[in-house]
């Protein structure tokens, strides 16, 4: 039975997201949908990480411990300066991992 949910489910959603693609094929989008849906990786990609950056465990924290927030800030900055992926992901991981090794050798317990 759950097997069959499982499969259920996936048939519905790629049918959901084929029709979708089908349908821009068929229709010229307007000028002014295109340029607002330039913008929506812009404003979806912030939403998901903002809560995991400063409130790591659901709770907000903005306090020296969390090693989140320099490292973001910085991978903001390197992905503004330089516009690569991955240089953005290494700086901000690498930054990550670094605060979180010094602040633990100081004794703050890092989320």
Known sequence: MLWMLIAAMGIITYSLRLSVIAAIGRFAVPPTLARALRFVPLAVLPAIIA????????????????????????????????????????SGMAALWLLRAVLTRVGCACP
Do not use: F, K, Q, Y
């Open 51 to 90: 809560p995991d950056v400063l409130a790591p465990g659901g709770v907000l924290d903005l306090s020296a411990a969390n090693a989140r927030v320099p490292a973001a800030a910085l991978a903001v900055l390197v992905a503004w300066r330089t516009r690569n992926v991955l240089a953005t992901i290494g």
